[in-house]
Every structure is written in C-alpha cells, then in structure tokens.
C-alpha cells in the first residue's frame, strides 16, 4: 500500500487548511456559543467545489477521489467540527445517494445544484423510536395515483431546518421490515413536509439538526430514488453509510490533530515550577499518545477511502476507522482539556468545544457498540 499523498492531495491540503485557517476559525467561538449556522461560510464551500466533492465534473463536482474528500474533512474539522459534518452529511449521504442510485433525470434536476452548493442535502433515517435499528422505522409512503404520500417523524435530520433537498426514508411494503424500506427525494417546500423542533446540542452546535414532520408530504411518483423497497439495502449495504463512516472517522482525525496542536503550543508556553509544563514527562506522553492515535486512525481511514476508490470492499475497513478514530478523538480532546488544566475548562480555550465535538464522532452514523457489531459480523461471516 501506497503511504504517500499524490501532490494534487497534497495541494488540496494545503488550500482547504487555509482557507479553514483563514475563513474558519475565527467564528467557530461565537457559531458554537450561539449555535448558529454557519450561513455565511456556504457560498465560500461552494466555490471551492465542497458541495459535490465526489460528485464527477461532468455533474458539476469537484470529481474527487475518496481520499481526496476524506483530506478535505480532516482539515475542515480541524478548523471546526460542525462545518465538517455539514460538509460530509451533505456529500456523503444526500448527494452520494442520488449520485449512486439516481436516474438520469433525478441527477440532473438535483444533483447539479447539490454538487454547486445552491441547495443544501439532508438524508432522514432515524426517527424517535428506531436509531440503531433503524430498519424498525415507522414512517409509511403509500403511491396514490401518481403521487408518494409520506407519513411520518424523523428525528435529529442533519440540515433539518436548512436543507432545500431531503432524501427520506419510509417503508413502502411494512410486512417486510427493512426489506420494505424506500428512499424518495423531497424538496423543502413540499407541502405536508413540516420542520420541527431545531435540537440544542452538546457539541457540534452550529450544525442544524432538526426534526421533520411528515404530515401526508406528497411527492411525485418519479421522486422514489433507486429501486422500491430496497432503499435501505442501498444505504447500508453498498455504500452510504460505509462512505459516511468514513467521513465521520476523518472528522475524528481533525478534531483530535485541533486537540494535539493547541495543546503542542500550549505546554510550550505555560509555566509551573519554574519550567514550561512540556518539559514534564507526564504532559509529553499525553501528547505522544495523542499523536500515535491520530496517525494510526489517519491510517485507517485512508485505507478505507482507498478501497472505496479501487471499487474493493470496505464495509469493515470503513466500521474499523469510524470506531478507532471516533474513540481516538474523545480520548484525545479529554487530554487536550487536562494539559490545559482549569483553563482547558473554561470557554477562552477551543479544547472544550473539541472535547464536546469529538463525542458526536462515536454516536452518529452508527454508534460505537454498531460498528463493533458489524466488525464481529464480518469476522465471523
Ligand atoms: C448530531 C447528530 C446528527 C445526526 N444526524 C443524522 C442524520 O442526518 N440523519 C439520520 O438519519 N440520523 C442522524 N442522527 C441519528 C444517529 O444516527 C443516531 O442517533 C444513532 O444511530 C443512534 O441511534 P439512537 O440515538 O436512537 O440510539 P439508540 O439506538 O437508542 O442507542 C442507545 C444505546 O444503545 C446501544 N445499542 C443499541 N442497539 C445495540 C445493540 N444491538 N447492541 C449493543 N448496543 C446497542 C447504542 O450503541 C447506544 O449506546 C444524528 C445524531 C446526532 C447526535
């Protein structure tokens, strides 16, 4: 296996590090206090291509490879956590799955301006009494005459409140259980089509999750995307979700390197005991711990990026990066906030807000107990 980044990686580094440096950072502070979305970044995304970044040139994307898209995570995480999973949400599971499993005319009416950044994509599985099993869910769209009539409540819908296009899970054949299961693209104003409550989060807080009210939302019949009743299949099994794991496991990566870096500079400049706090042992194998983790989880997740990309699979590859790098940034940003001591607890110092983003890391797109399942399933396949 190749270690090395091509320099078109290297040079897609470099760009999507400053402009995060430079765009970024600065209002991270204030979106995360004031959980707001962060609006005024979108058209900035846009023009760099981050809307569509696996989407082909010929779609309007940016035609990135998996590595590629996993590099631009990483260092929009870095920058801020929320940024990178509207970012990767939006590639990986809106746009991804009308790439994927769209016709003709579904790509064209709303990959281009997915992949152009003019509308926002939002993907509603979880509902509030099915999360990880999600195959469980109750929402129903029943065809009547030539129109989808979807009934139903999803619950924490990333880009809820802010998406102009949803792709919506429901089941459309119930006795058959997540074999019954179909994806329907809905535009935001879709009547019946009701956004809920914007949740008050945690970490992550300038990113919009929100819940959605499908109060008989009619669609077009032609807006079912990919096959009837194998909705769910398509998204688990193929790889939506796995290319969504994967983008969680690289925002990991980039919360844990803001950990490493802020507290590299920090124990330079703070004193105790009449010598700045890196020269304790202590505070130096935290940080090499820090850093052995976030290399090794960088691992993994460019492995599982390249194996998407040579077509090869990569269901546990991806479950093994997403668990390790999610776990890596948790225990990562827990030292962060202990090298910086009391100030590491108080809001001037960005290590509590890596410490609050990293744990959404081993909570969405399957938990940390998921991800152990489906790695001891394929094991023991
Ligand atoms: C910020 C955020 C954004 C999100 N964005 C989206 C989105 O855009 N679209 C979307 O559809 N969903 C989204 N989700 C939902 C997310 O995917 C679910 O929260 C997650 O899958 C877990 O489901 P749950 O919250 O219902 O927990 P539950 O499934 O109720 O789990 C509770 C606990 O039980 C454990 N558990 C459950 N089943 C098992 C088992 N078989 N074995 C062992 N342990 C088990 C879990 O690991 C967990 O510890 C988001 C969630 C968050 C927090």
């Not at 940024?83 to 994927?100: R, T």
């Amino acid at each position: 296996m190749d270690f090395e980044l091509t320099e078109e990686h290297k040079a897609l580094r470099q760009t999507i590090r400053e402009f995060g440096a430079a765009e970024i950072m600065p209002g991270a502070k204030e979106r995360d206090e004031a959980a707001r979305f962060p609006h005024e970044l979108i058209p900035k995304m846009a023009e760099l291509g981050l809307f569509g970044l696996m989407i082909p040139e010929t779609c309007e994307g940016a035609g990135l490879d998996g590595v590629g898209a996993v590099i631009v995570i990483e260092e929009l995480a870095r920058a801020e956590a929320a940024v990178a999973l509207i970012v990767a949400s939006h590639n990986s599971l809106c746009a991804g799955h009308i790439f994927k499993f769209g016709n003709e005319a579904q790509r064209k009416k709303y990959l281009a301006p997915l992949a152009r950044g003019e509308k926002l994509g939002a993907w509603a599985l979880t509902e509030p009494t099915s999360g990880s099993d999600a195959g469980s869910l109750k929402t129903r769209a029943r065809l009547v005459k030539d129109s989808w009539v979807i009934r139903g409540e999803k619950l924490f819908t990333t880009q809820g409140s802010t998406a102009g296009i949803y792709i919506i899970m429901a089941s459309t054949e119930p006795s058959s259980g997540n074999r019954g299961i179909s994806a329907f693209i809905v535009e935001r104003d879709t009547p019946g089509l009701v956004v809920g409550r914007v949740e008050n989060k945690l970490g992550v807080r300038a990113s919009d999750t929100a819940q959605l009210h499908l109060e008989d939302a009619r669609v077009p019949k032609e807006n079912l995307l990919g096959e009837l009743n194998r909705g769910f299949r398509d998204a688990l099994t193929i790889s939506i979700w796995q290319g969504g794991r994967i983008g969680i496991g690289a925002s990991a990566v980039g919360i844990a390197r803001a950990a490493l870096e802020d507290s590299i500079k920090y124990a330079r400049e703070r004193r105790q005991f009449g010598k700045a706090i890196a020269e304790f042992e202590a505070i130096q194998w935290m940080l090499a711990d820090m850093a052995t983790g976030i290399d090794a989880a960088r691992l993994l997740v460019y492995r599982a990026a390249r194996l998407r990309d040579q077509g090869r699979p990569f269901t546990k590859a991806a479950s093994e990066a997403k668990l390790f790098a999610s776990e890596v940034a948790v225990k990562a940003t827990n030292s962060a906030v202990q090298i910086h001591g009391g100030y590491g607890y108080m809001k001037d110092f960005a290590v509590e807000r890596y410490f609050r983003d990293a744990k959404v890391c081993e909570i969405g797109e399957g938990t940390s107990e998921v991800q152990r399942l489906v790695i001891a399933r394929e094991l023991l396949a």
